[in-house]
């Protein structure tokens, strides 16, 4: 297949049996095989490789994106490595052998039982609990975008803009590779990784580049930004930690494997999954590990906070809730298939969708079910939600407004896409919910009935989910492009 950077080939099509030549009624599946396996499947007759360059980039784009979370990652970039930078030799390596790690391993799972806390706590007790020890993220985090959607507990909801955008491009910046990470908006800066393997900032006002800082590969994770920090993941297998205005490398932590997930901070530790299954805590000043869980499954997507607690999901369909002192499990709970969906943590209620084409809400404090709303398709991309209101894309190419308190849709809204995938995850200011799609397309969505009140154009699929500030809404494309349009 064109374009794939990986050992494994990353995705196949499948054709329906009544309809083999039909590209409209394709639906995609997400597997993992060798390349000796993918020779064999090419044998078969309802299996074919995607062989079309173009077609294969979208389609590459928008599956693997969703690995970040994303999110978004581990997708296809065709643009070389061209920047000059050096990876910096002024590393400062973590020296954790002698910093003693907790390992927190899950749960063993238990057929067909219900979701359980790990320790006896009444419902109640706890809920009281977690009320009188959370936090209001949103308020905390106001003054900037600093994490994928806007702050811990993923709401996605920007309070700065005191416009609504009209759909113009102010300004965009061009880096050497594919742009799929969302911004970090923080104290007049913007932060954002691309497939050139850099870190870059930019200022939020002109687009300028101030700093550029060379990593080990491609950049599909996130960065989040608090006390002059940035934390990011890399493809080469670490979290990094970088220093905000100068750009210089304080600390890097080694995992086993690729970390797309997208970095939460809060005061002064950072929390990311890796595909080697485990959730780190990560001291950001020095980048010393405070903790691990291992759970079942890579770990792509986002974890959420709380305040005392951290929610994370895994390939291995489970939501876990931990503690974010050490790591504990509080409560497991285990769905039909894969979830790529990062957690919205809303009003005591955890809210994600999955693969086995199911959005869930799950009470925080017991971990039980109290709704599901059935898809068309799989829920690949993280929900956003505000005023009593979750907001998602499935994968039949609509967007959907549902009544967080029952689960009942209330709209929904068609977008184009040439794959039958969404990748981006929405965000919101005002009444507007702004998204990408991978016609290439950022729509501006009206969150009261779910119109579509205006698209900016750019030339390649957009992975990267919005990022908003009083500036205006900043996207990235896979054309390699950060834009900010207002």
């Known amino acids: 297949m064109m374009g794939f950077g990986f050992h494994e080939v990353c995705a196949v099509l499948k054709l329906r049996e009544n309809s083999p030549r039909d590209i409209s009624r394709r639906s995609i599946m997400h597997i993992h095989i060798d390349t000796k396996t993918a020779t064999n499947l090419r044998a078969r007759k309802r299996v074919f490789l995607m062989t079309t360059c173009d077609f294969d980039r979208i389609i590459a784009a928008s599956i693997v994106t969703i690995l970040c979370g994303l999110g978004p990652c581990a997708a296809f970039a065709q643009s070389q490595d061209k920047t000059t930078g050096a990876t910096p030799s002024n590393v400062r390596p973590n020296d954790l052998s002698k910093t003693p790690i907790t390992q927190v391993k899950k749960a063993a799972p238990v057929a067909g039982a219900e979701p359980k806390s790990a320790a006896p706590v009444s419902p109640e007790v706890h809920k009281a609990q977690v009320t009188r020890t959370s936090v209001n993220f949103q308020e905390h985090f106001k003054n900037g975008w600093q994490m994928y959607l806007q702050n811990p507990n993923h709401t996605g909801f920007g309070s700065l803009m005191s416009f609504v955008p009209k759909g113009n491009l102010r300004w965009s910046f061009p880096a050497e590779g594919a742009v799929d990470t969302s911004a970090a908006i923080y104290r007049g800066a913007v932060y954002v990784g691309s497939d050139d393997s850099c870190l870059y900032a930019l200022d939020e006002k002109t687009g300028r580049m101030v700093w550029r800082r060379k990593l080990g590969d491609k950049v599909k994770s996130s960065p989040a930004v608090d006390d002059d ?258």
């Open 229 to 486: 920090v940035v934390v990011v993941g890399c493809e080469d297998k670490k979290l990094y930690g970088v220093d905000a205005r100068t750009g210089k490398i304080l600390w890097s932590v080694d995992t086993q494997d690729r970390v797309s997930s997208s970095p939460v901070m809060f005061n002064g530790v950072a929390y990311a999954g890796s595909w080697d299954g485990n959730v780190y805590a990560v001291d950001i000043r020095s980048g010393a590990v405070k903790w691990k869980f291992q759970g079942e499954g890579r770990i792509t997507s986002s974890p959420g906070l709380t305040g005392d607690s951290i929610v994370v999901t895994s390939h291995g369909g489970y939501i876990y809730k931990l503690s974010m002192n050490d790591g504990t499990p509080q409560w497991q709970f285990k769905t039909g298939s894969k979830i790529f969906s990062s957690p919205l943590i809303m009003d005591g209620h955890v809210y994600v969708g999955g693969w086995d084409k199911n959005f869930y809400c799950v009470d925080l404090a017991s971990g039980k079910q109290k709704w599901k709303f059935a898809g068309q398709e799989s829920f690949s991309v993280s929900p956003v939600g505000a005023n009593g209101k979750v907001f998602v894309g499935n994968d039949d190419l609509k967007m959907y407004c549902l009544d967080a308190a029952t689960g009942k849709m209330m709209w929904k809204t068609q977008l184009n896409s040439p794959v039958p995938l969404l990748s981006s995850s929405p965000a919101i200011a005002g009444n507007m919910l702004y998204v990408g799609s991978s016609d290439a397309n950022l729509y501006a969505i009206d969150c009261r009935n779910g119109g579509i009140k205006w698209k900016y154009k750019t030339q390649r699929p957009i992975v990267s989910s919005p990022s908003i500030s009083s500036s205006g809404v900043f996207v990235g494309s896979q054309d390699g492009n950060l834009y900010l349009i207002n």
